[in-house]
């Protein structure tokens, strides 16, 4: 098994920046593709970037590309999601998750993190 914890949710303005992390413990990080995904409140978690075990492959939803940038520290256990010219409709919780291959469903991770609460105003 694999534990998540997410950090480095908080609240800011359109326009800004945020760095979350996900630290895991467990079980070989390295062995594990990762995902983020997010929910905004009375919404469905939704796919939001994900890694593949190496790092070598990236994917992102389209309304993310060239804004957020995903990445991993395999030697630190970490994967990161660098969010930068954050909008309001950004806001919401967001979860790293860990399987064995990358997958754009929340069916496709056995493994989740608590959560982050990020919030953009206008």
Do not use: H
């Not at 409140?41 to 992102?60: M, T």
């Amino acid at each position: 098994q694999v534990q998540l914890v997410e950090s480095g949710g908080g609240s800011v303005q359109a326009g800004g920046s945020l760095r979350l992390s996900c630290a895991a413990s467990g079980r070989t990080f390295s062995s594990y593709a990762m995902g983020w995904f997010r929910q905004a409140p009375g919404k469905e978690r939704e796919f939001v970037a994900a890694i593949s075990r190496s790092g070598g492959s990236k994917y992102y939803v389209d309304s993310v590309k060239f804004r957020f940038t995903i990445s991993r520290d395999n030697a630190k256990n970490t994967v990161y999601l660098q969010m930068n010219s954050l909008k309001p409709e950004d806001t919401g919780v967001y979860y790293c998750a860990a399987n064995q291959y990358y997958s754009y469903s929340t069916r496709g991770y056995d493994y989740w993190g608590q959560g982050t609460q990020v919030t953009v105003s206008s």
